[in-house]
Nanobody, 128 residues
Framework: QVQLVESGGGLVQAGGSLRLNCAAS????????MGWFRQAPGKEREFVAA????????VYADSVRGRFTISRDNAKNTVYLQMNTLKPEDTAIYYC?????????????????????WGQGTQVTVSS
C-alpha cells in the first residue's frame, strides 16, 4: 500500500500563488507516475498535471499550462504543485494521486481511473 498526504492549501487572492505538497509513504517503489487532480463543488474531478517520477516528464491540462508547475523530489518521495497567477475558477479540493507505469501521453495520464492511490485532498480557495 501507498499513503499520500497533501498539504499547502489555503485561501489566496486572485493573482496570488500557492504551493501544494504531496508526501508519499509505504511501498513507494511501486509508484512511477504521480498526478494532481481537482474537484470543485458540483463538478466532476478533473485532471491538473502529472509527472513521471523517473524521467521528470510532465503533462498539464490546458487550463493550467503556463501557470502551474509540477515537480518532484524523489529523495523525499514528495511531489509539488506550484500554482501561480491563481484565478477564482481554480478554487477546488486538490487531490494527489499515484499510479504504476502509465503510457506517457495525456490521454492516459489524465484519467483518474488509471491511478491506484489517492490522498485525502487539500482545499484551495481563490478570492476575486
Amino acid at each position: 500500500q501507498v499513503q499520500l498526504v497533501e498539504s499547502g492549501g489555503g485561501l489566496v487572492q486572485a493573482g496570488g500563488s500557492l504551493r501544494l505538497n504531496c508526501a508519499a509513504s509505504g511501498r513507494t517503489f511501486t509508484i512511477y507516475t504521480m498526478g494532481w487532480f481537482r474537484q470543485a463543488p458540483g463538478k466532476e474531478r478533473e485532471f491538473v498535471a502529472a509527472i513521471i517520477l523517473g524521467s521528470g516528464a510532465t503533462v498539464y491540462a490546458d487550463s493550467v499550462r503556463g501557470r502551474f508547475t509540477i515537480s518532484r523530489d524523489n529523495a523525499k518521495n514528495t511531489v509539488y504543485l506550484q500554482m501561480n497567477t491563481l484565478k477564482p475558477e481554480d478554487t477546488a479540493i486538490y487531490y494527489c494521486a499515484a499510479a504504476p507505469p502509465l503510457a506517457t501521453i495525456i490521454q492516459v495520464m489524465s484519467k483518474p481511473d488509471e491511478y491506484d492511490y489517492w490522498g485525502q485532498g487539500t482545499q484551495v480557495t481563490v478570492s476575486s
